[in-house]
């Protein structure tokens, strides 16, 4: 059974930082994409950031590029998502997630709570 579970989470002042963790058992982190998405009140989830399998190349969404940084360890079997200069506007549900589209596979965390003060 697959297990995504998110910690890190919590209540940060703006300019802030918090480092989340995606701790994955049932899978083998190196053959699935890793990412992050976030869902804040009354809004989609978004992608935030995530990681390719196989190569590592990075993915952000604009609006967190050169704030957050995607890492994964494989032999932790766990993604990060470190953020920094955080902005009331990051303030949401972020959700870790683990993917391989050619197997049909997606799978999700619960999700961590982030909320930034003003």
């Known amino acids: 059974q697959v297990q995504l579970v998110e910690s890190g989470g919590g209540l940060v002042q703006a300019g802030g930082s918090l480092r989340l963790s995606c701790a994955a058992s049932?899978?083998?982190?190196?053959?699935?994409?890793m990412a992050w998405f976030r869902q804040a009140p009354g809004k989609d989830r978004e992608s935030v950031a995530q990681i390719r399998w196989g190569d590592g190349i990075t993915y952000y969404t604009d609006s967190v590029k050169g704030r957050f940084t995607i890492s994964r360890d494989f032999a932790k079997n766990a993604v990060f998502l470190q953020m920094n200069s955080l902005k009331p506007e990051d303030t949401a549900v972020y959700y870790c997630?683990?993917?391989?589209?050619?197997?049909?596979?997606?799978?999700w965390g619960q999700g961590s709570q982030v909320t930034v003060s003003s």
């Open positions: 049932g899978l083998t982190l190196s053959l699935y994409t």
């Open positions: 997630n683990a993917n391989r589209r050619d197997w049909g596979l997606n799978y």
